[in-house]
């Protein structure tokens, strides 16, 4: 069965500054889909990022940003120039190629302070 | 109206009372899910709905009643539950099914439920 991992349960940083996020995944599998979802106050699940494991080269969305490392089963993300927008809950999930269970991580809070 | 929507937002129930959850989504996919969002907790999937039919149940309980009578319609009956069933349930959407495709889930906003 796979598990994500994410080590960080809270994190708080300054407005405009860079942040990583971690996120470790364990699986057998060779083929498969990385996604990093936001949850803000409102409750409402936000796709921010998806990673198609046979890519070499990482996905990016504007600000957001991921650091890949297939061998070492890990999935960072990183926000450049932080905003109060970014405040949220952010979770890291995987997917099976071909299943559609997504598996989360149990989620990090993050904090952008003005 | 666009995306997942669901509804109510909030619900409080008894544990004797029966109520559903409502997902509809507006994306034209063919596969949608529920899940569970409890406090501390990583979120569990719950069922999923492929073109229609049940494909996965995860090992829920019985006072959990899914119902999918179209693609874009989704339901989740709720009858005798227990306050540890108080949580949040999102409703996704994906299209994939039978294409062997693995599709982004998209989710609606969520049903704040809290039985008394």
């Known amino acids: 069965a796979q598990t994500v991992t994410q080590s960080q349960p809270e994190m708080s940083v300054q407005e405009a500054e860079t942040v990583t996020l971690s996120c470790t995944y364990d699986?057998?599998?060779?083929?498969?889909?990385l996604f990093w979802y936001k949850q803000p106050p409102s409750r409402q699940m936000i796709l921010v990022i998806r990673q198609e494991a046979y890519k070499q080269q990482n996905a990016t969305e504007n600000r957001f940003s991921v650091n890949f490392q297939k061998a070492a089963k890990s999935f960072s993300l990183k926000i450049s120039d932080s905003q109060l927008g970014d405040t949220a809950m952010y979770f890291c999930?995987?997917?099976?190629?071909?299943?559609?269970?997504?598996?989360f991580g149990q989620g990090t809070r993050l904090t952008i302070n003005p | 109206e666009t995306g997942v929507t669901q509804t109510p937002r909030h619900l409080v129930m008894g544990m004797t009372n029966k109520k559903s959850l409502k997902c509809e989504q507006h994306l034209g996919h063919n596969a949608m899910y529920w899940y569970k969002q409890s406090a501390k907790k990583p979120l569990e999937l719950m069922f999923v709905?492929?073109?229609?039919?049940?494909?996965e149940n995860n090992s829920v309980p019985s006072r959990f009643s899914p119902e999918c009578p179209n693609s874009s319609h989704l339901f989740l009956h709720l009858h005798t539950l227990q306050p540890e069933d108080s949580a949040l349930y999102l409703c996704?959407?994906?299209?994939?099914?039978?294409?062997?495709?693995?599709?982004?889930?998209?989710f609606g906003p969520g049903t704040r439920l809290l039985v008394l």
């Open positions: 699986t057998s599998e060779n083929n498969y889909y």
């Open positions: 999930a995987f997917m099976k190629h071909g299943a559609q269970k997504l598996v």
């Open positions: 996704a959407s994906s299209q994939g099914g039978d294409s062997g495709n693995t599709e982004t889930q998209y």
């Open positions: 709905y492929s073109l229609e039919e049940r494909v």
